[in-house]
């Protein structure tokens, strides 16, 4: 466990910061005044902070990949430049669990904790969840929080690799869902893998597998360059195994070099594709299995793997490992 003495805030907008506008809430600037005004009411804490807004601010419905290394950098740059010994991000809930698990790929190795956060309603609105997620935050952290990517949010530090957003108006918007925790760790990790080497952008797609998805409709999108597709399969692992095209599309693919990832689109399933002749095709099509892992996991994971260089079978081999504890339960 590590106390935390010297913070640095990184802002990067959603609803916390938000202010209403004709269109609706929108990100806003100087929440740093509005953050010292608030914790003073509430008693001051003794964390050392320094605040950076990191630009544009974002509705986080507006997250890239480009975004996600921005921050990554930032993060970098505050611990190894700035000596800061915790950081916490201040994020919109839409798409904070992706930034969660794509940070906890980027930031394989850095010895601080980061801690993300944000809140369903804005700061300075009557009743608003902002107020009890930061300084539940920087309480969390002041007492101690071991290094890695953590999400915070209505009283509850979560793993930031495993994280799920789950409802879209209720403070209790996160969870953990069990799923299967199962699966062998990597022993060490690839120089190209620490947090000190940059990535680059990586074309990368989600699918959701559905009864009528036609070898055509994956064609067209395996046709636009894609690096990695992430197939959300049924149940344990199962897909379309009789269509002999959608297989195929699948084979020539995989022999082109890309990578094709599985996980399922059970909220608290795994893939296993041995247990039906109709996962076991399509794992012999070439797909990896992504276990228990969530899709944000799986999709930040991939960025990573493939954002670094790394050769497609050494993703492929390292996709399936636990780098952080997104597979296997160890912290
Ligand atoms: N749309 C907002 C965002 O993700 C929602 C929120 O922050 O709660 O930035």
């Known amino acids: 466990m590590r ?54 601010l974002l509705d986080s419905a507006n997250m890239t990949q480009a975004n996600w290394l921005a921050m990554r950098d930032a993060i ?22 992706y930034s969660a698990a794509a940070l906890s790929f980027l930031l394989l190795g850095l010895k601080v904790p980061v801690l993300l956060t944000g809140s369903m309603q804005p700061m300075g609105a009557p009743g608003s969840d902002a107020p009890s997620n930061l300084l539940g935050s920087l309480t969390a952290l002041e007492r101690g929080v071991e290094p890695g990517v953590w999400l915070f949010f209505n009283g509850e530090l979560m793993h930031g690799a495993r994280v799920t957003k789950l409802r879209s108006d209720a403070f209790d918007a996160f969870a953990v869902l069990p799923r299967e925790r199962q699966g062998e760790r990597a022993e060490s990790l690839p120089a190209e ?13 989600v699918l959701p597998l559905f009864p009528g998805l036609r070898a055509e409709h994956l064609r067209a999108l395996l ?42 689109q059970c909220p608290q399933g795994h893939v296993a594709f041995d247990v039906y002749a109709a996962g076991s095709r399509l794992r012999d099509a070439g797909l990896v299995s992504g276990g228990g892992m969530t899709r944000e996991a799986a999709l930040g994971k991939l960025f990573s793997l493939i954002g670094s260089g790394l050769p497609p079978s050494e993703v492929e081999r390292l996709f399936a490992l636990d780098l952080c504890g997104e597979r296997v339960d160890a912290r």
């Open 76 to 97: 970098v740059h505050a611990v190894e430049l700035g000596g800061h010994d915790g950081v916490l991000v201040l994020h919109g809930t839409d798409t904070l669990a």
């Open 223 to 264: 046709g636009t360059g894609v690096q990695a597709l992430l197939l959300e399969c049924f149940g344990s692992g199962t897909g379309p195994s009789d269509n002999e095209d959608l297989l195929a599309a699948l084979r020539e693919a995989h022999a082109r070099g890309v990578v094709l990832a599985a996980i399922s």
């Open 193 to 205: 893998l620490s947090y000190r080497q940059p990535r680059q952008p990586v074309n990368l797609v």
């Open 3 to 56: 106390r935390v003495k010297n913070l640095f805030v990184l802002y990067t907008g959603g609803t916390i910061g938000m202010l209403q506008t004709a269109e609706g809430l929108a990100p806003a600037g100087g929440f740093e005044a509005r953050m010292r005004e608030q914790l003073q009411g509430q008693g001051e804490t003794r964390l050392n902070w320094t605040f950076a807004e990191l630009q544009p």
